[in-house]
Every structure is written in structure tokens, then in C-alpha cells.
């Protein structure tokens, strides 16, 4: 066997090495990865668990309007949005009102 020959046998099986290192490398990262991401779910659940006991506390201290089913829940949940969002855009229209009235005010009343 040459020298060339030798010296290329050696440096493949550095390289079958390094390669397996790195493998393991890989290997243990995705296992931190997934116990990463159990960890993380069990919070989402738990968590999830937590505002949905808020939300029937706050449907119950509401009166139950449409009874006492998740749909009412979700039904009164969606209808107390859209009246934020009401209020909010009511909020706004008043605030440009009183706006353009001072402008108004302050140019004399003009058009």
C-alpha cells in the first residue's frame, strides 16, 4: 500500500469520526429540542386550562346569557368582543367629532 494511499485511508476515517460526532451532536440537540417542546406544551395546556376556567367565571358571573353550554360561552365571548370593539370605534368617531369642532371654534366657525 503507498503512502498516498495510507495517508487517505487515515484521513477518511478522521472524517468517519468528526461525521459521527457531529451525528451525536444532532441527536442529543433534537432530544433537548423535544423535551423543549413537551415542556411547552404542557404550559399551552395548562394554560389554555386556566383561561378557560376564566371565561366560564366570567360567563357565569355574567348571568350565563345563552345558557349553559360552551356554544353560549363562546357565543356571549364573541358578542362581548364585538361591543369593545363597538365602544372603541364609537370612542374614536366622538374624538374626530370634538376635533373638528374645536378646529371649527378656532377658525371662527367657518365652513
Do not use: F
Amino acid at each position: 500500500m503507498s503512502d498516498a494511499h495510507i495517508e487517505v485511508k487515515a484521513a477518511a476515517a478522521d472524517l468517519q469520526q468528526q461525521m459521527d460526532a457531529l451525528s451525536d451532536r444532532i441527536a442529543a440537540a433534537g432530544e433537548v429540542a423535544a423535551a423543549v417542546m413537551r415542556r411547552i406544551g404542557e404550559q399551552l395546556r395548562a394554560a389554555s386550562r386556566t383561561m378557560y376556567a376564566v371565561a366560564w367565571a366570567s360567563y357565569r358571573e355574567a348571568g350565563m346569557p345563552y345558557g349553559e353550554s360552551t356554544d353560549g360561552l363562546l357565543r356571549w365571548a364573541r358578542e362581548r368582543q364585538q361591543i369593545r370593539e363597538l365602544r372603541a370605534e364609537a370612542d374614536r368617531i366622538e374624538a374626530m367629532h370634538a376635533t373638528c369642532a374645536t378646529l371649527r371654534a378656532k377658525r371662527g366657525g367657518e365652513r
